[in-house]
């Protein structure tokens, strides 16, 4: 098999739009994705046999469009292959989940589309069983059709606990309640700002004529202090704008504070020539705009890789429906922004988990930061063990340093990065799967 000239990493809309705009422009193309089905977290795809759950029309159109145009360029597709970044030599290495092999891959640019995570801060008892993110419930609910069950809380800021809620009334059990941090009936010119971007509003609109209709509680300006363990169940207790609080069983929690793009460990972006590939991002892991900017920053990234593999060096044009979504998604950052203006982490008790896989918490990072000679972010790690759990601080190190900044305002602050290096593999592998890597190019040199 003769090795493509760009390999795509990443099956959501970013992803799609690129390779069929690489694939226009006669170069080959393939594109490589970790699930069995392509659509990304926004087009999530249910599994063999499952019905897909309600959309709206405007996602359900995009999708469509995306699906066809992706279908008729024929881009061959790496399912269950997982990117693990690139070596010394250059080489794109992909995780087989199939084979249990590494495949080596040469090809002359990398398109890395692999989009957003969900920002979680954390709480007293975030890290119990029966607490997961909002966004992983509703990547739950597009796979298997079925709304989670139980009594379930949505807590945290921002537009997606509302999509959430909205589908699980749906699906017949809505939730309990919403607790937003922010009040977005409060925000005068954020609200009116938000009449410019009328797809998104519509898409709102339908969503919250569903929590009206199940008359689900929407406890604006609303923060969860404490999740604790209650027989099998949880006990929360959340803070209401008057200081006054209110305690609220139930068996699940989906938390939720925003978006971040998905950058853990990325090769940093390059276009000039170099001993390995030209290395771009699109989407969502380049800036977390949403599912329209993806599109557009799809398209852009795959003319730019086009235009330099044809020895053109101007970038492709920015496109303005990036622009917009840049506004759109300040504009909602507005309006969901918390009431309460303190740092979301300076106020957590010491004994507040910070690092769930190596069980630091946030007295363990105060004691850190308080000694006299002041550490970086890879001191704090090799000295009290933040990000060096099984995640390599996938989870926590963007916490961890932002609380870091918080307690010592007058030092430069750390980055994420400061904490979890920048290297390969991006992902956890088995030594032997490691070993056992072999080439995919068979072209005759």
Same mark, same amino acid.
Not at 431 to 438: E, F, K, P
């Given at each position: =098999? ?8 990443? /099956? ?10 690489? #694939?226009? %422009? ?16 926004? &087009? ?9 759950? &309600?959309?709206? $029309?405007?996602?359900? #159109?995009?999708?469509?469009?995306? $699906? ?10 790496? &399912? ?51 607490? %997961? ?7 739950? =609910? ?15 800021? !921002? ?44 898409? #709102? ?37 008057? !200081? ?27 276009? +000039?020539?170099? %001993? ?14 949403? #599912? ?9 990234? /795959? ?73 970086? !972010?890879?001191?704090?790690? &090799? ?9 390599? /601080? ?6 961890? $340093?932002?609380?870091m900044a918080e307690l010592k305002p007058d030092v430069t602050a750390p980055?994420? +990065? ?20 072999? %080439? ?6």
């Open positions: =098999m003769i090795e493509p000239d760009v390999i795509i990493i990443g /099956g959501g809309p970013a992803g799609l739009v690129a390779a069929t705009e690489v #694939a226009r %422009s006669g170069h080959t193309v393939e594109l490589v994705e970790q699930r069995e089905s392509l659509g990304g977290a926004i &087009h999530r795809q249910p599994i063999e046999d499952v019905q897909p759950i &309600h959309q709206a $029309a405007g996602p359900k #159109a995009r999708w469509q469009t995306l $699906a066809q145009a992706f279908s008729a360029a024929r881009i061959p597709v790496r &399912h269950a292959s997982v990117f693990l970044g690139v070596d010394g030599d250059g080489r794109v290495l992909i995780e087989n989940r199939r084979t249990g092999r590494v495949e080596q891959l040469a090809p002359k640019a990398v398109i890395l589309a692999i989009g957003a995570v969900e920002k979680v801060y954390p709480r007293p008892g975030w890290q119990m069983a029966g607490v %997961s993110t909002a966004g992983g419930l509703q990547v739950m =609910m597009k796979e298997t059709g079925l709304a989670p069950q139980g009594r379930v809380l949505l807590a945290g800021s !921002g537009p997606l606990l509302i999509a959430v809620a909205a589908q699980m009334a749906r699906l017949g059990n809505p939730p309990v309640a919403i607790v937003e941090a922010g009040d977005p009936m409060r925000q005068v010119g954020p609200g009116f700002a938000m009449l410019g971007h009328a797809a998104l509003l519509r898409e #709102a609109a339908a969503y919250l004529a569903d929590i009206n209709l199940r008359r689900i509680p929407w406890m604006r300006g609303t923060q969860l202090m404490t999740i604790e363990r209650d027989g099998a169940g949880l006990q929360t207790i959340v803070r209401r704008r008057d !200081g006054s609080e209110r305690r609220i069983a139930v068996d699940r929690i989906g938390l939720h504070d925003g978006i971040r793009p998905n950058d853990f460990g990325l090769p940093n972006e390059g276009t +000039e020539p170099t %001993s390995g590939p030209l290395i771009l991002r699109a989407g969502d892991c380049r800036e977390a705009l949403g #599912a329209f900017a993806a599109e557009a920053d799809g398209r852009r990234a /795959g003319r730019a890789v086009v235009d330099i593999l044809s020895g053109k060096r101007d970038r492709a044009e920015f496109d303005r429906t990036i622009g917009r979504a840049r506004m759109a998604q300040a504009t909602l950052a507005a309006l969901f922004a918390p009431l309460d203006p303190r740092p979301p982490l300076v106020s957590l008790p010491d004994d507040t988990v910070l690092c769930r896989c190596e069980g630091k918490t946030v007295g363990d990072l105060r004691r850190l930061c308080d000694r006299e000679d002041r550490l970086t !972010g890879r001191e704090v790690k &090799h000295n009290g063990r933040f990000a060096m759990g099984a995640c390599q /601080g996938r989870f926590c190190a963007a916490n961890t $340093a932002a609380l980055a994420p +990065e400061d904490l979890t290096g920048r290297r390969w593999p991006v992902r956890p592998i088995s030594i032997a799967a490691l070993t056992g890597a072999t %080439s995919q190019n068979t072209e005759n040199e």
